[in-house]
C-alpha cells in the first residue's frame, strides 16, 4: 500500500521539523541569531484518471480527474530575519544593529564572515574583535591610554585619551547588506558566508540608505519567540503522530488481508 510510504514521508518531515524547531529555542538567548522555520511540498502524483482527458465521443472532458500523491518532503529551512529587540548592557563595546546589515569579521584564513552579534571585545593589541578573537572590518584599535569610547549611530568610533579633553575618532564601523541576506550559510559561532544564492556583498556605513543605525551599549537579542515555537512544537508533535498512525492502521488493513481465507 502507498499509504506505507507515505507517512513514512509524514514523520519525517516532521522529525526535522521538530529539530529545527529545537535549534530556535535552544538558541533563543543567543546573541543576533535568526530563527529558522522548515517549509514543505508535496511529492510527485499518479494519475490514475487524467484531468481535462476526454470522457466520451461527444469530447466532454474529465473536470476533476484522480490524482494520488506520493507524500512529503522537506523544500526548505528557511531563515527569519526580522528584528530582534534590543538588550541594553551598558558595556562601551556592545553594538547593535537597528536595521538592515551585517558587520564585517575577518577569519583566521583570511575570509570575510558576516554577523549580526555585536558583543565585542579587545584582543591584547587593542584591535576590536569577536568573541572568539576575529578582528572586524576595517580594523578598528583602540589607544591603550584610552579612557572612554563614544560609538556613533553611523558607526564612528571616538576615544577620550587620558589627559586630553576632545574626542578623537580611530576608526569606522561598516556594514554589508545583501540581495537575499536568507541565502547566506551558516557556519556556527554566529557567522555567515556569502554564497550563491545571497548575492555580493554590498558595504556601506551605518545610516546610509539601506543599512541600519548602530546603537552602543546594546546587544541584538535573538528574535525566537518562545510561546510560539512552543505552540510549533505541539503541532508537530500532532502531525508525528498522526503519521505514525497511518502507518499503523495500514498495517492492520494488510494483516487482515493477509488473514482472509
Do not use: H
Not at 461527444?58 to 527569519?80: E, F, I
Amino acid at each position: 500500500m502507498r499509504s506505507l510510504a507515505i507517512g513514512a514521508t509524514g514523520m519525517i518531515a516532521q522529525q526535522l521539523n521538530v529539530e529545527t524547531i529545537s535549534n530556535n529555542i535552544a538558541n533563543s538567548t543567543t546573541t543576533g541569531y535568526k530563527k529558522q522555520r522548515a517549509e514543505f511540498q508535496d511529492l510527485l502524483y499518479q494519475n490514475f484518471r487524467r484531468i481535462g482527458s476526454t470522457s466520451s465521443d461527444a469530447g466532454t472532458v474529465v473536470p476533476t480527474g484522480v490524482q494520488v500523491g506520493a507524500g512529503v518532503r522537506v523544500a526548505a529551512v528557511a531563515r527569519v530575519l526580522e528584528q530582534g529587540n534590543l538588550n541594553i548592557t551598558d558595556n562601551k563595546l556592545d553594538v547593535a544593529i537597528n536595521g538592515s546589515g551585517y558587520f564585517q569579521v575577518t577569519l583566521p584564513s583570511g575570509d570575510t564572515s558576516y554577523t549580526r552579534a555585536g558583543n565585542f571585545k579587545l584582543s591584547p593589541e587593542g584591535v576590536i574583535v569577536t568573541a572568539d578573537g576575529y578582528p572586524i572590518q576595517p580594523n578598528i584599535t583602540i589607544p591603550t591610554d584610552a579612557v572612554d569610547i563614544a560609538i556613533n549611530s553611523s558607526g564612528e568610533v571616538m576615544v577620550k585619551l587620558d589627559g586630553q579633553t576632545a574626542t578623537q575618532n580611530v576608526g569606522q564601523i561598516q556594514l554589508s547588506t545583501f540581495a537575499n541576506a536568507a541565502g547566506l550559510e551558516a557556519t556556527g559561532d554566529n557567522l555567515f558566508l556569502e554564497t550563491g544564492a545571497s548575492g555580493q556583498a554590498v558595504t556601506g556605513n551605518p545610516g546610509a540608505p539601506g543599512f541600519g543605525r548602530i546603537t552602543q551599549g546594546a546587544l541584538e537579542t535573538s528574535n525566537v519567540n518562545v510561546v510560539q515555537e512552543i505552540t510549533t512544537l505541539i503541532t508537530a508533535q500532532r502531525a508525528y503522530e498522526m503519521n505514525s498512525k497511518v502507518i499503523k492502521t495500514t498495517d492492520e488493513m494488510m494483516q487482515q488481508a493477509s488473514q482472509m481465507k
